[in-house]
């Protein structure tokens, strides 16, 4: 079946008074119908750009190249006017600090009515806008919907305003949302709420979603799929239990070996050496063999290939870790 | 009212002891012209012992008082009642002069490490400062000092000599280490140390923690929304909601066999970076009601799903088992061997 | 909004009003004695005392205040040493020439410089851009009395097109309020533009143009409404400058208004017409204070729920 999303060998790079900056090199994505891709990685990894890359919302010094496509058609990224007839109808998108998402001198209800307004052909009278929104906000559960219209985003808690972002972006009944690190601001339990949230519309609306995020536990507990992102390129990508129980890259394996579970012994925890490189250090090589303990010679000099191994699970490394049949990080 | 505790492991002289901690301030809302304004009572009525090199941490959510805690000990916040005692001294209420001698020995390292450094000046520098200010040693077994202690933190030669601004934030957090450190204090206060940094980085961090623990003898006070770190790290946990400890106990038992509702809620909420695991989640309603306005009862009850009409009336002292394992819950599960 | 915060603010402009009235007449009878400046310094001493009676200045200082307080509540604000008349109607008659020149150069003011800040933050980086903040550290980096007078030798002296003082056609009023307008337009352009710029960048705008908001709907829609916010307090220090500048603009061009006046009178000691120019100023600047803070709690939610506990 036709992927819903799609990248072609997307390259993204920022304009500067000195060089351009390289951000996104050659990411390749396909983002199915009502499936939950997660997109992993550090600072600098190029998942946030590539996300604002699909809603044509980079900055003006962006820079393109490769290919998007929506439905198999080519999106034109950077014509804001094609670019707003899908927005929020087709896709949307919500962001990390939810406090600051929301127009802080604007009500919860004007600012849904402006979204609802916006993705009707016809004119909404002013009942059935309230009706319409009220009923967006219980989808999403906001407790007393009807009274939270009058409100202000700074009168509501974080989890709160990150709901109603969500119902504001529903409004137009997107097939795919983009969620950017939703829940890092967000304290843990209810972290755990937004994530059951965002299950449930994939569950209930059979939305697609990409979920941009940091953390590797909400990855397992919410995606079907991930891609393991680093320094703008996709390192690894597959079903998340493949990848998981079995990543093949070094990185993915560093990353899971440098987290502390709450659910294990207590084993020492085995940071990933060095730090994360900056645009202008990539070099010809694969950009993680400076931290990778098994980079060898070929490495610094060429990139290497994407491989697949069983079903869909694409690694670009030199020497990929073998197969594990049990866990690999523990 | 003091819900206190006395355990078996408070009987050995602790390095910290806190007790019936208060601190309340007044909101900058006010209700009418003249009315009064709100108290927000941000930590009311903790208390607890840290022992000499132990790791001890404190996890709650955002705005259960867990940094407010942290200043309070620090003299960066007035207690309002109860007392910090190091070593037997009072802390609270001594004056700034008072302090001096013993901002040596009680160091702090917070989140932003950006914000934490003077960006004019060069890293070396940096943590030779608090010698100079402290008048310790000559110049040039300073500069020896502080070189040999940046490099055991991690820095290369070649980064001493450069600016903040220069290095990434796990470099940055490394020199704050470095300058807490040079003093050679006797506990570390670290309040979200690693919360900035990128996971990979994290864990750099958290060994280098643990390693300087063990090396120089330090204890520390660990405080972070990150129950997986501080299980990792610490040693004894204590669970903060609303201004309050609701559980505390060794590390170990605590996160294995949680009792009060609210750990046990919190810590079925963590992510596990493993597609297979079974999720059980025990779903919180709601978010935590503000300090200003803190339920009757126990602050809990109206997101435990065990809440009966003595929840709601009375407030759950802070009680321990054998094994310095203390909850402050009427319906907290204690396993029957170990009630005996 | 409540009606106790309007009432709360209202009673501590009224006290600013107080304190300001108070300062003013204790420093000007400090500063010299009238009957001298009156009267000439070589005058009888005998007429000295006879004007010092007339005038109250002989009794003590705070029977004076309570007295000139007395007759400031009964509309009797002073008479005029100088004029040798009611000091009111004389600053009352200067009054409505004021008025037109801070007018016209308040509406050019907003007029251009909002539109240029906010083309240049929309623009950012342009050679508009840039242009516009060139022509704005210069307009404000100019005293108004440097380019008063390039203005009066290019106009008036160079190519005689202009009048270089006095009032009445409309021609007289275009070199003072070029001068004004400047320096102001170029203040309100950097401030429009900061604000702009910094509202542009709030994660609220990535929201709009998430849910479907096309640029120029986001900019209207959300960001000018916050933009204004930070302006408004612009507008408050504006009437300030305008009052300073407006002193310093009507003596170079001999614009017969209060500024003028002010200058006169403070040189003459005519203590009862510059106690009442500096009291309609301290009004005018503590009454736009007001208004902008009743229009930031309106305008603001987070400022009036922050206020009134809401």
Known sequence: ?330 | MMNSIVTSETSGKPLLRIRNLHCAFKSSKRCSLFGPRPLIHAVNGVSFDIQPGEAFGVVGESGCGKSTTAKLILNMARASEGSVQYRGQELTGLSDAAWKPLRQKLQYVFQDPLGALDPRMRVLDQVIEPLIIHQQHDNATRRQLAEELLRSVGLQSSQLGKYPHELSGGQRQRVVLARALILKPELLICDEPISALDVSIQAQIVNLLQQLRSEMGLTLLFISHDLSVVRHLCDRVAVMYLGQIVEMGPARQLFSAPRHPYTRALISAIPKADPGARRNRIALIGEPPSPADPPDGCRFHPRCSLATEHCRQQMPDLLADRRGHATACFEARIPVEEVA | ?310
């Open chain 3, 1 to 310: 909004m409540n009606m106790l915060y309007v009432l709360q603010k209202l009673a501590r402009a009224l006290l600013t009003v107080l304190l300001i009235v108070t300062t003013v007449f204790v420093v000007l009878r400090l500063s010299g004695d009238p009957a001298i400046y009156v009267l000439g310094l070589d005058a009888d001493p005998r007429a000295l005392d006879v004007f010092r009676q007339q005038w109250g200045l002989d009794l003590p200082i705070w029977q004076q205040y309570l007295q000139f307080l007395g007759n400031c509540l009964q509309g009797d604000f002073g008479y005029s040493y100088f004029e040798e008349r009611d000091a009111m109607t004389a600053v009352l008659e200067r009054l409505p020439k004021t008025l037109l020149l801070m007018g016209i150069t308040g509406m050019c003011t907003l007029l251009i410089g909002v539109p240029a800040g906010i083309y240049a933050a929309l623009h950012r980086n342009s050679w508009v851009d840039r242009l516009t903040m060139l022509v704005s550290v210069a307009g404000f980096s100019l005293p108004n009395f440097v380019l008063g007078i390039f203005l009066i030798l290019l106009f008036s002296v160079t190519w005689q097109l202009l009048p270089s003082s006095g009032s009445g056609t409309w021609q007289h009023l275009v070199m003072p309020t070029l001068t004004m307008t400047v320096a102001e337009a170029a203040v309100f352009a950097r401030f429009t533009r900061s604000a702009m710029l910094e509202v542009l960048n709030q994660p609220y705008m990535r929201t709009a143009r998430a849910k479907g908001l096309r640029w120029h709907q986001a900019v209207r829609r959300h960001a000018l409404p916050n933009a204004a916010i930070p302006l408004i307090t612009v507008v408050g220090f504006f009437v300030g400058t305008l009052v300073a500048g407006g002193v310093v603009t009507e003596s170079l061009f001999a614009w017969p208004g209060i500024g003028r006046l002010l200058v006169s009178s403070v040189a003459n000691r005519d203590l009862a017409v510059v106690q009442i120019i500096v009291m309609l100023i301290a009004c005018s600047m503590v009454f736009t204070n007001l208004v902008i803070d009743l229009l930031y709690g309106w305008l603001d939610p987070r400022v009036a729920s922050l206020r009134t506990g809401d």
């Open chain 1, 1 to 330: 079946m036709q992927p819903l999303l799609e990248t072609l060998d997307l390259h993204v790079s920022f304009a500067t008074d000195q060089s351009p900056v390289p951000v996104v090199r050659g990411i390749d994505l396909k983002v199915g119908r009502g499936e939950i891709i997660g997109l992993v990685g550090e600072s600098g990894s190029g998942k946030s750009v590539t996300c604002m890359a699909a809603m044509g919302l980079l900055d003006d010094n962006a820079r393109l190249r490769g290919e998007i496509r929506w439905n198999g058609r080519k999106l034109h990224c950077q014509d804001d006017d094609a670019m707003s007839v899908l927005r929020g109808n087709e896709l949307a998108m919500i962001f990390q600090d939810p406090m600051s998402a929301l127009n802080p001198v604007q009500t919860i209800g004007k600012q849904l009515y402006e979204a609802i307004r916006l993705h009707s052909a016809k004119r909404i009278g002013r009942s059935e806008l309230k009706q319409r929104a009220t009923g967006l906000l219980s989808d999403v559960g906001v407790p007393a919907p009807e009274q939270r219209l009058k409100a202000y985003p700074h009168q509501l808690s974080g989890g709160l305003n990150q709901r109603v972002v969500i119902a504001m972006m529903l409004a137009g009944n997107p097939r795919l949302l983009i969620a950017d690190e939703p829940t890092t601001a967000l304290d843990v339990t209810v972290q755990a709420q937004i994530i059951d949230l965002l299950r449930s519309l994939r569950d209930q609306r059979g939305m697609s979603i990409i979920l941009v995020t940091h953390d590797l536990g909400v990855v397992a507990e919410t995606c079907d799929r991930v891609l393991v992102m680093y320094c703008g390129r996709v390192v690894e990508s597959g079903p998340v239990a493949a990848v998981f129980q079995s990543p093949r890259h070094p990185y993915t394996r560093g990353l899971l070996a440098s987290l502390p579970r709450i659910d294990s012994s207590d084993d020492a925890l085995t940071p990933i050496p060095g730090v994360v490189p900056q645009p202008h250090e990539f070099g010809e090589g694969c950009t993680f063999a400076p931290r990778c303990p098994v980079a060898s010679e070929c490495c610094y000099s060429g990139s290497p290939a994407q491989q697949c191994s069983e079903s869909d699970h694409l690694f670009s490394c030199f020497s990929p870790l073998p197969v594990q049949k049990t866990r690999a990080h523990r």
